[in-house]
């Protein structure tokens, strides 16, 4: 029966892919852990690292083994050169199991486990089931370290410990009778007693005296010198081990220093164009309210009253807005719907949809520069990029969903920048002066559906507007957010309202400012939306 291992040696690396060197090696007792939302270890991050445990396993009995994987993020497990579990490709989360495998009492055979965590909680567990058993932790003592020989364990055991004897217990001596009393001879005279004479030493005790001496001598010089040799290496020893934790944490404070150089300049807010290298398309999603349309209007150019419109039609267009900490919401101009991974799936695949914001991390995006002028969009809940499918392969209307970022042309997106435009004279002349403390207008009114807000802001705060009917009903609501100071225009669409009078009411912090608003029969031709 095998008992004598210690774990299995654990490779770490600072990244999701075990990709370079690596960043901490060690033996680990049991395939249990549970990090949370620390580090496993000195130089990791908290988040994407990745670990590969390699050694022997030994089974305490013949029979098939089931082995059981708990863990929410991906891992791949191969005994004696099989592969048993793979998750590898975005499968990952709860409980992961496979087919028995069959192992021998007294054997040692080979074991690889390969972990990559994504972002959250991190914790992995190994379990495996013995024939006729649950399923349950693998015991450190069938768990072998890189190196360890394949042979068979000794079978030794301690050695029981000697019995001690007991000691007989000392019988006391029997008293002897007292000697009698001798007479005490009266003394004469005090004599003083004569010192006795040194016996001589030969020549020869002499020299073997001072060659035992000399010996002494030497061999308590050779004793200080090696006590001396030691110290002196103990010293090395301790000079050499600050001098490495001092490269260490150089090296350390270098390379994040180097990550902090590194670290991309954050984008730019603004309006923008997303344009797929592989496809040349632009991003585009089916607004789920109206499945019949885009979500996004054609932009024209407004001309005077009886006078003709000249329209012009662009690409979709995606208001980009910091949601701060290197993230961003990508926000439908004129709408409170904004781009989200649908039901916060972390699967590879999962497809994406308008919604309106609330907060999500499936909402947020972390952008980031790739190669050659083009980004990578990465959500926050998954760490998975935005990909264009593959036309050959798509079956649905979708055209983009989630997949773990390995670099191919179709996660990567440029992002041209779309210059906001003042409104025309002509688009704004039916547009009333501002009103209020926040000199808020709205334009065309009469309008077809689709209006212009304009207001000014002294300092930043939180803005929202509702739309009511005329029986007091709210019919369109945007979402209460903080908004920079100075002027803004957003474009509101309501092209999907019946004709008739309606009261937008704007609230800027705790005051509202009301605006009376026609609207009349959709048509072709809208103004020209300006972007925030």
Do not use: C
């Amino acid at each position: 029966m095998q008992n004598a291992g210690t774990g299995l040696t654990g490779t770490y690396f600072a990244n999701g892919t075990m990709a370079g060197a690596p960043v901490l090696r060690r033996v680990d007792a049991a395939m249990d852990f549970n990090w949370g939302k620390q580090s496993p270890g000195p130089g990791l991050p908290a988040d994407n690292f990745s670990v590969r445990w390699e050694g022997l396993l030994a089974a305490p009995g013949t029979g098939s083994y089931r082995f059981v994987a708990k863990t929410g993020d991906e891992v791949r497990l191969w005994i004696n050169g099989k592969k048993i579990l793979d998750t590898w490709k975005g499968t990952s989360g709860g409980v992961l199991s496979n087919g028995n495998v069959g192992l021998a009492a007294g054997e040692k055979t080979t074991i690889k486990i390969e972990f990559a965590e994504g972002e959250g909680d991190a914790q992995f567990q190994l379990l495996w089931a013995p024939p006729g058993q649950a399923p349950q932790l693998i015991p450190t003592t069938s768990l072998y370290p890189l190196g360890s020989p394949t042979t068979p364990d000794p079978p030794g055991t301690a050695p029981a410990p000697k019995p001690v004897a007991a000691k007989p217990t000392p019988k006391p001596a029997a008293a002897k009778p007292a000697a009698p009393a001798k007479p005490v001879a009266v003394a004469k005279a005090e004599v003083a007693p004569k010192p006795a004479k040194a016996p001589a030493v030969s020549p020869e005790q002499a020299a073997a005296k001072a060659a035992a001496a000399a010996e002494a001598k030497a061999a308590a010089a050779k004793a200080k010198a090696a006590a001396d040799k030691a110290k002196a290496e103990a010293k090395a020893t301790e000079a050499k081990a600050k001098a490495d934790k001092a490269a260490a944490k150089a090296a350390a404070e270098a390379e994040a220093k180097a990550k902090k150089d590194q670290q991309p300049e954050p984008l730019a807010p603004g309006v923008y164009v997303l344009t797929s290298r592989t496809t040349g398309k632009p991003l585009e999603v089916i607004d789920p309210y109206r499945p019949n349309s885009q979500a996004y209007q054609p932009e024209a150019v407004g001309a005077a009253a009886g006078s003709a419109a000249l329209a012009r039609s662009t690409a979709p267009q995606w208001k980009i807005e910091s949601l701060g900490g290197g993230f961003y919401r990508l926000v439908v101009p004129g709408n409170n719907r904004v781009l989200e991974v649908l039901g916060s799936s972390t699967s590879n695949g999962a497809d994406l949809d308008l919604w309106p914001y609330y907060s999500g991390n499936n909402q947020a995006w972390r952008i980031e520069p790739t190669e050659g002028g083009f980004y990578k969009l990465l959500a926050k809940h998954s760490n998975k990029a935005l990909t264009a499918k593959d036309s050959a392969n798509t079956t649905d209307s979708g055209t983009i969903h989630q997949w773990r970022f390995s670099g191919r042309e179709n996660q990567m997106w440029k992002l041209q920048p779309v210059q906001a435009e003042e409104p025309t004279a002509a688009a704004m002349a039916g547009s009333k002066p501002g009103v209020g403390a926040h000199k808020m207008s709205i334009y065309p009114n009469p309008s077809n559906g689709v209006v212009q807000l304009r207001y000014e802001l002294p300092e930043e705060i939180p803005m929202g507007w509702v739309l009511y009917n005329q029986s007091g009903a709210p019919v369109r609501v945007s979402d209460y957010r903080r908004q920079p100071a100075g002027p803004h225009h957003q474009t509101l669409d309501f092209t999907g309202l019946p004709a008739g009078d309606y009261n937008l009411r704007m609230t800027v912090g705790t005051v509202t400012t009301r605006e009376q608003l026609q609207l009349r029969s959709p048509k072709a031709v809208v103004p020209t939306p300006s972007g925030n």
